[in-house]
Nanobody, 125 residues
Framework: VQLQASGGGLVQAGGSLRLSCAAS????????MAWFRQAPGKEREFVAG????????QYTNSVKGRFTISRDNAKNTVYLQMNSLKPEDTAVYYC???????????????????WGQGTLVTVSS
């Protein structure tokens, strides 16, 4: 199983980035997907999640209204559109797949089966 995250980079505050995570080696439509992030010296935290059918999405409070998670099951890919970026959004962003509860979004990282390698997002002030 591989989750290949991409799209990170350096952006000024107020700018936008779109992260992608391409999955292979698993039945994508059996997995809920999520994005987590980890800033230097901090715990990895849940950012956004989406169920298999995209009916349910969930966001951490600090990104609501700015970030949008989506998925394309035909392309085995999940996306994170990030707008109005702030310096506090600076982190390594990881995508993750949860096959145990694919019809709901879970925020606990211990319940995710597979993880991508991470992509760095740096927001300058």
């Amino acid at each position: 199983v591989q989750l290949q995250a991409s799209g990170g980079g350096l952006v000024q505050a107020g700018g936008s980035l779109r992260l992608s995570c391409a999955a292979s080696g698993l039945t994508f439509t059996s997995y809920a997907m999520a994005w987590f992030r980890q800033a230097p010296g901090k715990e990895r935290e849940f950012v956004a999640g989406i169920t298999v059918s995209s009916i349910i999405t969930q966001y951490t409070n600090s990104v609501k209204g700015r970030f949008t998670i989506s998925r394309d099951n035909a392309k085995n890919t999940v996306y994170l559109q990030m707008n109005s970026l702030k310096p506090e959004d600076t982190a390594v962003y990881y995508c993750a797949a949860n096959g145990r509860r694919s019809t709901m979004v879970v925020v606990s990282r211990v319940l995710y089966d597979y993880w991508g390698q991470g992509t760095l997002v740096t927001v300058s002030s």
